[in-house]
């Protein structure tokens, strides 16, 4: 059994900072591809950011320049830098993972969710 766990949500003013985290945890081999994903009330959910074991990072346009992600291999965590946010970053924020394990080989595991809210 696999689980990401992510934290570090919640309420900021325009301009400002916040850092989301996520930790996996379970029966792990090995973790590939990790990012972040976003859904907005009423909007489909999309990538806002992934991250390679080897370190090579993609972002959507809209945050490129204002977010980095980052992972710790050895810990099995990915963390989100969030600055200089703006109102439409408001979202729940979901870590996202592949993961490999001895009894169900690769699957993709999702997060239980994390709100951001960027509000005056």
């Known amino acids: 059994q696999v689980q990401l766990v992510e934290s570090g949500g919640g309420l900021v003013q325009p301009g400002g900072s916040l850092r989301l985290s996520c930790a996996a945890s379970g029966s792990i081999l090995s973790i590939d591809t990790m990012g972040w994903y976003r859904q907005a009330p009423g909007k489909q959910r999309e990538s806002v950011a992934f991250i390679t074991t080897g370190g090579m990072t993609n972002y959507v346009d809209s945050v490129k320049g204002r977010f980095t992600i980052s992972r710790d291999n050895a810990k099995n965590t990915v963390a989100l830098q969030m600055n200089s946010l703006k109102p439409e970053d408001t979202a729940v924020y979901y870590c996202?993972?592949?993961?490999?394990?001895?009894?169900?080989?690769?699957?993709?595991?999702w997060g239980q969710g994390t709100q951001v809210t960027v509000s005056s």
């Open positions: 996202n993972a592949d993961v490999s394990t001895p009894l169900f080989g690769r699957k993709n595991h």
